[in-house]
């Protein structure tokens, strides 16, 4: 359904944008905000995405400043699990995401034209979503493992995978894992 960016996920402080670098490896992706890790993110699985973090917020928004019948997505929040939904009128799925811990603050919900539409995740302790992209609806979402977990398992996986196709590797050749992760 083409290349469409469907959220913007901005590091805040105190409800402000803060510059964040990232930095990514084969099993997950990190922003850190004055060299300190805020949030990361890894792949769950093919269609979720696990998002945890702390010292700082996350809000993840429509990428699109508008929402017309051809751009944008609509945003709700679901009544049968709670869960927030964004529906991309570009892709034609369904982003559903579930605040596994955390506070979460919202703006927009079934706003239409040109409006704010996102969610905050935060929390003195931590926080941590799922996002699940769906071809229309699913189960509510049960988080099987933990995060830490998942990133072991992501990263065990592409150990494996890349001793199976690279074996031969040495230290003098890193950009072997650097091509085989792409």
Do not use: K
């Not at 700082?56 to 019948?69: C, G, Q």
């Not at 009544?79 to 369904?94: H, I, L, M, N, Q």
């Not at 003195?124 to 071809?135: D, F, P, S, T």
């Not at 398992?153 to 072997?176: G, Q």
């Amino acid at each position: 359904n083409g290349m469409h960016a469907v959220l913007s996920l901005v590091p805040t402080v105190g409800g402000r944008r803060v510059d964040a670098t990232t930095r990514g490896d084969a099993a997950s992706l990190t922003w850190s905000v004055g060299g300190e890790a805020v949030a990361e993110a890894v792949f769950a699985s093919t269609d979720v995405v696990r998002i945890a973090g702390g010292g700082a917020d996350l809000t993840l928004a429509d990428a699109a400043e508008e929402l017309t019948p051809f751009t944008g997505s609509y945003f709700f929040r679901d009544p049968f699990d709670g869960a927030y939904v964004f529906t991309s009128y570009e892709t034609g799925r369904r982003y559903r995401l579930t605040v596994l811990s955390g506070d979460v603050s919202v703006e927009g919900t079934e706003a239409l034209g040109q409006n704010v539409r996102a969610l905050t995740i935060g929390g003195r302790y931590g926080w941590e979503i799922a996002i699940e992209q769906l071809e229309s609806a699913a189960p509510a979402y049960v988080a099987i493992e933990t995060f830490a977990d998942i990133r072991a398992r992501v990263a065990t996986e592409f150990s494996d995978y890349l001793d199976a196709i690279a074996e031969w590797r040495t230290e003098e050749t890193p950009a072997v894992a650097r091509a085989a992760y792409v």
